[in-house]
Protein backbone atom coordinates (compact mmCIF):
# COMPACT_ATOMS: atom_id res chain seq x y z
CA UNK A 1 0.00 0.00 0.00
CA UNK A 2 1.82 3.40 -0.84
CA UNK A 3 0.93 6.74 1.49
CA UNK A 4 -1.82 7.68 -1.12
CA UNK A 5 -3.89 5.01 -0.07
CA UNK A 6 -3.16 5.04 3.54
CA UNK A 7 -3.99 8.58 4.07
CA UNK A 8 -7.09 7.79 2.15
CA UNK A 9 -8.60 5.42 4.21
CA UNK A 10 -7.44 7.17 7.42
CA UNK A 11 -9.69 10.11 5.69
CA UNK A 12 -12.68 6.93 5.83
CA UNK A 13 -12.08 5.84 9.19
CA UNK A 14 -11.58 9.70 10.62
CA UNK A 15 -15.33 10.59 8.56
CA UNK A 16 -16.55 7.31 10.10
CA UNK A 17 -15.66 7.89 13.85
CA UNK A 18 -16.43 11.37 13.23
CA UNK A 19 -19.24 12.95 16.17
CA UNK A 20 -22.40 12.89 15.29
CA UNK A 21 -24.26 15.85 13.75
CA UNK A 22 -27.35 17.48 15.19
CA UNK A 23 -29.57 15.54 12.54
CA UNK A 24 -28.56 12.11 13.42
CA UNK A 25 -29.30 12.84 17.29
CA UNK A 26 -32.87 14.14 16.05
CA UNK A 27 -33.57 11.00 13.91
CA UNK A 28 -32.65 8.76 17.05
CA UNK A 29 -34.79 10.55 19.29
CA UNK A 30 -37.31 10.32 16.49
CA UNK A 31 -36.44 6.91 16.20
CA UNK A 32 -36.49 6.26 20.33
CA UNK A 33 -40.21 7.87 20.19
CA UNK A 34 -41.59 5.58 17.62
CA UNK A 35 -39.94 2.16 19.46
CA UNK A 36 -41.77 3.41 22.56
CA UNK A 37 -45.17 4.30 20.56
CA UNK A 38 -45.16 0.97 19.31
CA UNK A 39 -43.99 -1.20 22.37
CA UNK A 40 -47.09 0.53 23.99
CA UNK A 41 -49.22 0.09 21.67
CA UNK A 42 -48.18 -3.76 21.19
CA UNK A 43 -48.65 -3.95 25.06
CA UNK A 44 -52.35 -2.65 24.92
CA UNK A 45 -53.06 -5.08 22.33
CA UNK A 46 -51.77 -7.71 24.20
CA UNK A 47 -53.72 -6.41 27.25
CA UNK A 48 -56.61 -6.04 25.72
CA UNK A 49 -56.77 -9.65 23.81
CA UNK A 50 -55.77 -10.98 27.80
CA UNK A 51 -59.61 -9.56 28.59
CA UNK A 52 -61.21 -10.45 25.74
CA UNK A 53 -59.97 -14.16 26.56
CA UNK A 54 -61.31 -13.77 29.57
CA UNK A 55 -64.49 -12.36 28.54
CA UNK A 56 -64.54 -15.16 25.94
CA UNK A 57 -64.21 -17.90 28.76
CA UNK A 58 -66.98 -16.48 31.10
CA UNK A 59 -69.56 -15.79 28.08
CA UNK A 60 -68.51 -19.79 27.03
CA UNK A 61 -69.44 -21.01 30.86
CA UNK A 62 -72.30 -18.90 30.82
CA UNK A 63 -73.54 -20.26 28.20
CA UNK A 64 -72.76 -23.71 29.16
CA UNK A 65 -74.17 -23.13 32.30
CA UNK A 66 -77.74 -21.61 31.12
CA UNK A 67 -77.83 -23.49 27.92
CA UNK A 68 -80.87 -25.91 29.50
CA UNK A 69 -82.82 -22.93 30.16
CA UNK A 70 -85.31 -23.07 27.90
CA UNK A 71 -85.58 -26.76 28.07
CA UNK A 72 -86.88 -26.42 31.79
CA UNK A 73 -88.79 -23.26 31.35
CA UNK A 74 -90.91 -25.75 29.05
CA UNK A 75 -90.86 -28.49 31.40
CA UNK A 76 -92.20 -26.43 34.52
CA UNK A 77 -95.62 -26.56 33.57
CA UNK A 78 -95.63 -30.18 33.31
CA UNK A 79 -94.31 -29.87 37.06
CA UNK A 80 -97.22 -27.65 37.56
CA UNK A 81 -100.12 -29.90 36.21
CA UNK A 82 -98.51 -32.96 38.18
CA UNK A 83 -98.90 -30.64 41.40
CA UNK A 84 -102.30 -30.04 40.66
CA UNK A 85 -103.10 -33.59 40.12
CA UNK A 86 -102.02 -34.90 43.30
CA UNK A 87 -103.07 -31.92 45.28
CA UNK A 88 -106.85 -32.38 43.64
CA UNK A 89 -106.30 -36.13 44.00
CA UNK A 90 -105.80 -35.77 48.26
CA UNK A 91 -108.63 -33.58 48.06
CA UNK A 92 -110.79 -36.05 46.30
CA UNK A 93 -109.65 -39.16 48.42
CA UNK A 94 -110.09 -36.95 51.70
CA UNK A 95 -114.02 -36.32 50.91
CA UNK A 96 -114.51 -40.41 50.15
CA UNK A 97 -115.52 -42.25 52.88
CA UNK A 98 -114.67 -45.17 51.26
CA UNK A 99 -111.83 -47.51 50.44
CA UNK A 100 -110.76 -46.25 47.22
CA UNK A 101 -110.48 -49.14 44.77
CA UNK A 102 -106.22 -49.87 44.55
CA UNK A 103 -105.58 -48.86 41.00
CA UNK A 104 -106.95 -44.81 42.04
CA UNK A 105 -104.34 -45.34 45.00
CA UNK A 106 -101.70 -46.68 42.72
CA UNK A 107 -102.64 -43.99 40.11
CA UNK A 108 -101.77 -41.16 42.98
CA UNK A 109 -98.87 -43.53 43.64
CA UNK A 110 -97.45 -43.13 40.07
CA UNK A 111 -98.19 -39.60 39.80
CA UNK A 112 -96.03 -38.56 43.32
CA UNK A 113 -93.25 -40.66 41.93
CA UNK A 114 -93.13 -39.10 38.84
CA UNK A 115 -93.43 -35.59 39.82
CA UNK A 116 -90.73 -36.40 42.37
CA UNK A 117 -88.60 -38.08 39.94
CA UNK A 118 -89.09 -34.86 37.45
CA UNK A 119 -88.59 -32.70 40.72
CA UNK A 120 -84.84 -34.43 40.95
CA UNK A 121 -84.11 -34.38 37.17
CA UNK A 122 -84.73 -30.63 37.34
CA UNK A 123 -82.34 -29.99 40.77
CA UNK A 124 -79.60 -32.35 39.06
CA UNK A 125 -79.22 -29.67 36.55
CA UNK A 126 -79.42 -26.82 39.19
CA UNK A 127 -82.98 -25.97 38.52
CA UNK A 128 -84.68 -25.54 42.20
CA UNK A 129 -87.67 -23.76 43.91
CA UNK A 130 -87.70 -20.40 45.38
CA UNK A 131 -89.01 -20.01 48.62
CA UNK A 132 -91.89 -18.39 48.81
CA UNK A 133 -94.78 -18.43 51.69
CA UNK A 134 -93.60 -16.59 55.18
CA UNK A 135 -90.55 -13.99 52.50
CA UNK A 136 -90.56 -10.53 51.94
CA UNK A 137 -91.86 -9.68 48.60
CA UNK A 138 -89.07 -9.65 46.10
CA UNK A 139 -89.84 -7.74 42.87
CA UNK A 140 -87.42 -9.80 40.72
CA UNK A 141 -88.35 -13.23 42.07
CA UNK A 142 -92.25 -12.52 42.79
CA UNK A 143 -95.28 -11.06 40.53
CA UNK A 144 -97.96 -10.28 43.25
CA UNK A 145 -101.53 -11.10 41.95
CA UNK A 146 -103.75 -10.03 44.71
CA UNK A 147 -103.12 -8.49 48.29
CA UNK A 148 -105.62 -9.49 51.13
CA UNK A 149 -105.20 -7.57 54.50
CA UNK A 150 -103.76 -9.57 57.03
CA UNK A 151 -102.75 -7.39 60.32
CA UNK A 152 -101.04 -10.59 61.57
CA UNK A 153 -98.21 -10.63 59.03
CA UNK A 154 -96.22 -7.46 58.13
CA UNK A 155 -97.21 -5.93 55.14
CA UNK A 156 -95.53 -7.31 51.78
CA UNK A 157 -95.24 -10.83 53.17
CA UNK A 158 -96.03 -13.96 50.91
CA UNK A 159 -99.11 -15.48 52.39
CA UNK A 160 -100.33 -17.86 49.59
CA UNK A 161 -97.98 -18.07 46.60
CA UNK A 162 -100.53 -19.38 43.27
CA UNK A 163 -97.41 -20.52 41.38
CA UNK A 164 -94.21 -22.00 42.39
CA UNK A 165 -90.94 -19.71 40.71
CA UNK A 166 -87.56 -20.98 40.36
CA UNK A 167 -84.20 -20.31 39.83
CA UNK A 168 -81.25 -21.81 37.60
CA UNK A 169 -77.98 -21.82 38.94
CA UNK A 170 -79.43 -18.73 40.90
CA UNK A 171 -81.05 -16.74 38.20
CA UNK A 172 -84.63 -16.37 38.07
CA UNK A 173 -86.09 -18.74 35.82
CA UNK A 174 -89.67 -18.09 36.46
CA UNK A 175 -91.19 -15.74 38.83
CA UNK A 176 -93.43 -17.03 41.77
CA UNK A 177 -97.03 -15.71 41.23
CA UNK A 178 -97.96 -15.02 44.48
CA UNK A 179 -100.40 -12.89 47.28
CA UNK A 180 -98.85 -10.51 50.27
CA UNK A 181 -99.97 -9.09 53.25
CA UNK A 182 -101.18 -5.64 53.18
CA UNK A 183 -101.75 -3.52 56.58
Known amino acids: ?22 VAEEQVEALTKEVL ?13 ENLRKRCQIDMQNTA ?23 HTRVEMGKSE ?3 PPFVTGLFQGIEMTH ?7 EKHNVRKMEGI ?3 F ?3 KHQVIQQVEDP ?3 SGTIIEELQTGYELDGRVLREAMVIVSKE
Open 1 to 22: MNKKETKQNEAKTEEKVAPPAP
Open 37 to 49: HWKDLALRTAAEM
Open 65 to 87: KYANKDFAKDILPVVDNLENAMK
Open 98 to 100: QAL
Open 116 to 122: KLLLNAL
Open 134 to 136: GQV
Open 138 to 140: NPD
Open 152 to 154: SKP
